[in-house]
């Protein structure tokens, strides 16, 4: 793994594949690593012909924290996006999003193939929004255009997601993490329990930092809805969603592919809203068609 310096931050990033093939990189989705991107969904997009950039959004893993930042209170924040009220955030999307364009300019790496999910698909639109002259395609997973008119997470996601543990003792963040994608995971892509069990572990020993997760949260809360600028985007867009997604309901990629002219809509049966290794190597399937095309 390497580190580049990027829109005035440090960013821990891994490569696969060779420099001079097109390149293709990942965004993760709200508190994911680099390392949430399974190894063989990494380099069987690298055996297609691409190089593949994987990195750590900033406040989370090995890339630099905004540890002189302040910590959102959330309450406080949904009290604010809801009366409509000034937000005084430590980032937002649009900030991520240089981070991305600043990857690619320290990396000399002109145009790109980009692919994001979650909040990784929201900076990703982002960067085809404002950027479009340096995108070569965009794939957008289980995402969103941030319009506030979308159906909410079902009751189970947000119970879960709200349960995190005080304790950041490796067993209880295991155990929560465990919890977690049982909710919200994917039934019809199953993790492997000792694979995901040791997956949980290996990121929680890589970096836990619950602040940057805030951070984040808010970033992707606080930020203003992408859906009166999505039908500008004129990148080559292909919109991949689960059916059985209870955090972000598979209307938001149906309404994210109908803003987006001339998108590709896949909806997969028994995704939900995960990577599990079984589930990416289906998206592969998915995705090399479109960013060969492209």
């Known amino acids: 793994m390497s580190k580049v310096k990027s829109n005035g931050l440090v960013l821990e990033y891994e490569t696969f594949g060779t420099p001079s093939d097109p390149a293709i990189i990942l965004v993760a989705g709200l508190g994911f690593q680099l390392i949430d991107w399974p190894l063989t969904f990494c380099k069987r997009l690298a055996e297609n012909g691409f190089f ?8 989370i893993g090995l890339s630099q924290k905004l540890e002189e930042m302040p910590v959102p209170d959330l309450v406080a924040l949904g009290e604010n996006i809801k009366e409509g009220t000034a937000l005084d955030l430590p980032y937002i999307l649009t900030d991520m999003m240089e981070d991305v364009v600043g990857i690619l300019d320290a990396l000399s790496i002109d145009t790109v193939h980009l692919i994001g999910m979650s909040m990784g698909g929201m900076i990703a639109q982002l960067v085809a929004i404002h950027y479009p002259e340096r995108l070569n395609s965009l794939t957008s997973i289980m995402s969103s255009s941030g319009s506030s008119a979308l159906p909410p997470p079902s009751a189970a996601a947000t119970t879960v997601l709200m349960s995190a543990p005080a304790s950041e003792d490796l067993s209880d963040v295991v155990a929560f993490g465990l919890n977690v994608n049982d ?28 602040a940057g997760y805030v951070r984040q949260y808010a970033a992707v809360f606080g930020s203003p809805s992408r859906a009166s600028l999505l039908p500008s985007i004129t990148t080559p867009t292909l919109v991949i969603h689960g059916t059985e997604d209870p955090l972000v309901l598979s209307e938001a990629g149906k309404e994210t592919a ?37």
């Open 183 to 210: 909710v919200i995971g994917s039934p019809g892509y199953r993790w492997n329990r000792e694979e995901l069990t040791d997956h949980i572990r290996a990121c929680v020993e890589r970096c836990y930092y619950p």
């Open 52 to 59: 593949v950039l994987r990195f750590d959004n900033r406040d």
């Open 258 to 294: 109908r803003l987006i002219p001339d998108a590709q809509l896949e909806l997969v049966e028994g995704m939900g809203h995960d990577l599990s290794p079984a589930l990416c190597e289906h998206l592969a399937d998915l995705i090399l068609p479109h960013i060969k095309a492209s």
